[in-house]
Each structure stands twice: as structure tokens, then as C-alpha cells.
């Protein structure tokens, strides 16, 4: 009994090895891989088509439109748009046009868009008020002082330089301006005194003497007035009182 039992023994020791012989092999029970580590082949991650394994960048297949874009392009047009619009609208171009349409709009104030009177008055003594309206229908300018003319007298009057405003007397349609005219001397110190029965005046330009457009010719008194060597005028002025200041 001893025998067979340990020839027993012996067989099955000699199947148990040559079973693990065979799983080594690869020809017998397969291992599950449990006790040893996953192949690295097997692990490797693999590149989707059209990508590069090393990037990640498209290398083949087209991307997929790109609506992000397509917005971005939709809104560079805008922009040019909107820069022609601020071009054609900016305030150089219609700056530009106002300013040509209110140099167009202001003229030189005369005899053919004013009316114009001439009157003496009590205070200041000896003094004539020149009063010239505007009946026209555009702004004008009452330049430097009028050129007063008595009769036919040959010589012009100056004016007071110390009533020189400091702008340009500018008369709106219906708007009057004025300017004083000193006839005579109050002590009686003037000579060459005499009686004049008309009166012409002359406009000026831009520039001290030039000429201003159509003079104009008001009416005296019946009577005349009187003037001599003292005859002189004021400058222009937006006021009646700053007329007759002086």
C-alpha cells in the first residue's frame, strides 16, 4: 500500500509540472494577466484621423466651419460702415457748409438794404443823431464810421478815435445802429460856419476807406443845420446812448 501511494504522489507531481511547463509555453491554460503588467502596446493612445500625434493640429480632414469667425468678418463690414458713415456726416464736411451759408448770409450795411435818418438833438449841444436801419433780409455790418457830407463840401469829417467799439457794429434785419455827429463847437471857437440843407452818406468797406455799397441821403430839417470847422463823427454803434456819449 505504501508503494502505490507514493507512485501516486509521483504521477501527480509529474502532471502538475508539465501543466505550469505548458502555461509558459503559451499552450495551455490561458493566464489572465492578472500578475503581469499590460502590454504597452495595448495601452498606447492612438491619434484620431487627421491629427497630428505630436500637436494635436489638424493635418488631414478639413476642421468644421468656423461660425465664430464668419460673425467676426460680418462685423469688421460694419465697422467700415460705420467709418464711411462718420465720414460723410462729420462735422468737418457740414462745419464747412454752415460756415460758407452765414459768410453768404452777412453783408455790408448801405443805402440799398437800410433806411437812414438824420436828426438834431437837444443833449449833447450842437449834436446830430445818424440812426440807419436794417430793411433787409440778411445780417449787415456797420463798418468803421459813416463819411459825412454837407452840401458840396470838400472835406471829410474824422472820427473820435476814442469811440472805436471793439467789434463790428452787426445789424439783424430790423435792427437799428447809430453814430453822433458833433456840428459845431459849443463855445464858439469852430470857424467856416454855415447852413447846410443836404446830406449824403457814404458806407465803408471791410477796409477803412474803401467803398461800402449805395450812400444814402436823408432828409434835413427845413431849416438846415448848422455846422463848422469842428464837424466830426463817432464810429459806429450798437447803442443809441454810446452814440451820444461823447
Same mark, same amino acid.
Given at each position: 500500500?505504501?508503494?502505490?501511494?507514493?507512485?501516486?504522489?509521483?504521477?501527480?507531481?509529474?502532471?502538475?509540472?508539465?501543466?505550469?511547463?505548458?502555461?509558459?509555453?503559451?499552450?495551455?491554460?490561458?493566464?489572465?494577466?492578472?500578475?503581469?503588467?499590460?502590454?504597452?502596446?495595448?495601452?498606447?493612445?492612438?491619434?484620431?484621423?487627421?491629427?497630428?500625434?505630436?500637436?494635436?493640429?489638424?493635418?488631414?480632414? @478639413? +476642421?468644421?466651419?468656423?461660425?465664430?469667425?464668419?460673425?467676426?468678418? =460680418?462685423?469688421?463690414? *460694419? &465697422?467700415?460702415? $460705420? %467709418?464711411? #458713415?462718420?465720414?460723410?456726416?462729420?462735422?468737418?464736411?457740414?462745419?464747412?457748409?454752415?460756415?460758407?451759408?452765414?459768410?453768404?448770409?452777412?453783408?455790408?450795411?448801405?443805402?440799398?438794404?437800410?433806411?437812414?435818418?438824420?436828426?438834431?438833438?437837444?443833449?449833447?449841444?450842437?449834436?446830430?443823431?445818424?440812426?440807419?436801419?436794417?430793411?433787409?433780409?440778411?445780417?449787415?455790418?456797420?463798418?468803421?464810421?459813416?463819411?459825412?457830407?454837407?452840401?458840396?463840401?470838400?472835406?471829410?469829417?474824422?472820427?473820435?478815435?476814442?469811440?472805436?467799439?471793439?467789434?463790428?457794429?452787426?445789424? @439783424? +434785419?430790423?435792427?437799428?445802429?447809430?453814430?453822433?455827429?458833433?456840428? =459845431?463847437?459849443?463855445? *464858439? &471857437?469852430?470857424? $467856416? %460856419?454855415? #447852413?447846410?440843407?443836404?446830406?449824403?452818406?457814404?458806407?465803408?468797406?471791410?477796409?477803412?476807406?474803401?467803398?461800402?455799397?449805395?450812400?444814402?441821403?436823408?432828409?434835413?430839417?427845413?431849416?438846415?443845420?448848422?455846422?463848422?470847422?469842428?464837424?466830426?463823427?463817432?464810429?459806429?454803434?450798437?447803442?443809441?446812448?454810446?452814440?451820444?456819449?461823447?
Amino acid at each position: 500500500m505504501r508503494i502505490r501511494r507514493t507512485s501516486h504522489l509521483l504521477a501527480l507531481t509529474a502532471l502538475t509540472a508539465l501543466a505550469l511547463t505548458a502555461c509558459e509555453n503559451g499552450t495551455g491554460v490561458k493566464d489572465e494577466g492578472a500578475s503581469h503588467p499590460a502590454s504597452s502596446t495595448a495601452t498606447a493612445a492612438q491619434p484620431t484621423p487627421g491629427t497630428d500625434e505630436s500637436t494635436g493640429t489638424g493635418t488631414g480632414t @478639413a +476642421p468644421a466651419k468656423d461660425t465664430t469667425g464668419s460673425t467676426g468678418s =460680418s462685423g469688421d463690414t *460694419g &465697422s467700415t460702415s $460705420g %467709418g464711411k #458713415t462718420a465720414g460723410t456726416t462729420g462735422g468737418g464736411t457740414t462745419g464747412g457748409k454752415a460756415d460758407d451759408t452765414a459768410s453768404d448770409a452777412r453783408v455790408l450795411c448801405n443805402g440799398s438794404n437800410t433806411e437812414v435818418t438824420a436828426q438834431p438833438v437837444a443833449r449833447p449841444l450842437n449834436h446830430m443823431l445818424i440812426t440807419v436801419t436794417n430793411t433787409g433780409g440778411k445780417i449787415c455790418d456797420l463798418t468803421y464810421y459813416p463819411v459825412v457830407r454837407f452840401d458840396e463840401m470838400q472835406w471829410v469829417p474824422q472820427a473820435a478815435k476814442e469811440t472805436q467799439p471793439q467789434a463790428v457794429t452787426t445789424l @439783424a +434785419p430790423g435792427e437799428s445802429g447809430y453814430a453822433g455827429v458833433l456840428l =459845431s463847437a459849443a463855445d *464858439g &471857437s469852430g470857424d $467856416g %460856419g454855415q #447852413t447846410a440843407e443836404k446830406l449824403t452818406i457814404a458806407f465803408q468797406g471791410y477796409t477803412p476807406n474803401s467803398e461800402g455799397g449805395a450812400s444814402a441821403t436823408p432828409p434835413l430839417p427845413a431849416k438846415g443845420v448848422y455846422y463848422d470847422s469842428s464837424l466830426a463823427v463817432t464810429f459806429w454803434q450798437q447803442d443809441m446812448d454810446d452814440a451820444l456819449s461823447w
